[in-house]
């Protein structure tokens, strides 16, 4: 049995995210939690989608990626994990293809490149495609793409789609609705407008908690994990929920409050609360194995 720490390495996972990590690890691999495939929206070099792919060896994870040149270098590290399924693509609201050349390793698309490239018909011999969730996980007609099989369920949607977050959410709709899968998205919180928007569109269905540690290089970064309203109960007593929430790691509310929060909080979080936050569900993890 792989251990936490032993994923992270195999992996080349920075030490950023320790308590969003953490907590992903326990609920789908500790505590056996969450059902279904696991896709890395924006996987970049794939180290996260490496990182759930070891410690969650019996589920197929999906790391989907336009850039070509991550693509490759997913491809190069992790072609050995053979629950790792890359795919060279982008996700949006609707299917459609984009002329992306170039792109350095470790590079992003981000939203005004994107609507860029989609505004333009594409014209070169091998364009990047765009599926939508919905078609790829069969919940409508489309075009087939390669790795995804028929009977497949989403149970984990991590984003990170550097601002796309919302288009891609749109065209995953009816597999939200299907699947209950548990969520992660991304969000610089003092950009009020988007974060309200992305909120407000899954609030129907979700519980919506922040993750409290910066994220990125800036001080409003912050990772939301969404729980599905219809399966809170299935979440009750969840030992790597109940620390997160009581250590403050997580924190309940709404788009407003979060706001609130981080602008009151605007130093980054403690070091040493991430690890002491990280070693007590890696113990958890340990013992449960």
């Not at 969650?56 to 053979?82: F, M």
């Not at 939508?132 to 009977?151: Q, W, Y």
């Not at 609705?177 to 003092?190: G, K, Q």
Request: proline share 5%.
């Amino acid at each position: 049995m792989t251990t936490y720490a032993e994923a992270r390495t195999a992996c080349h996972l920075p030490p950023l995210e320790v308590q969003f990590n953490s907590i992903v690890a326990g609920l789908l691999f500790a505590e056996q939690r969450l059902d279904g495939s696991i896709v890395d929206a924006g996987a970049r070099e794939g180290h996260n989608a490496c990182f759930y792919a070891v410690i969650a060896p019996t589920r197929t994870v999906h790391a989907i990626e336009p850039i070509r040149a991550n693509y490759r270098i997913i491809n190069k590290l992790y072609s050995g994990r053979s629950n790792l399924r890359p795919l060279l693509a982008g996700l949006g609201s609707a299917h459609g293809a984009i002329d992306l050349v170039g792109g350095r390793p470790g590079a992003m698309l981000d939203k005004k490149k994107m609507e860029t490239l989609r505004a333009s018909p594409a014209t070169s011999k091998n364009p990047i495609p765009v599926y939508t969730i919905d078609e790829l996980f069969h919940a409508v007609g489309g075009a087939a793409a390669p790795g995804f099989d028929a009977s497949e369920k989403l149970g984990f949607f991590h984003l990170d789609v550097e601002g796309l977050e919302l288009d891609v959410l749109q065209g995953a709709r009816r597999v939200l609705e299907r699947d209950r899968p548990v969520l992660s998205t991304e969000a610089h919180v003092s950009e009020t407008a988007f974060l309200e928007s992305v909120h407000r569109f899954l609030a129907p269905w979700y519980a919506t908690y922040m993750v409290d540690e910066v994220c990125g290089a800036r001080w409003d970064c912050r990772n939301f994990l969404h729980l599905p309203r219809s399966r809170l109960e299935q979440y009750r007593g969840s030992p790597t929920l109940d620390l997160a929430l009581a250590s403050g790691a997580l924190i309940a509310g709404n788009a407003s409050d979060f706001v609130a929060h981080a602008r009151a909080h605007r130093k980054t979080v403690s070091r040493r609360r991430d690890l002491h936050f990280a070693g007590e569900v890696g113990a958890r993890f340990l013992e449960a194995n």
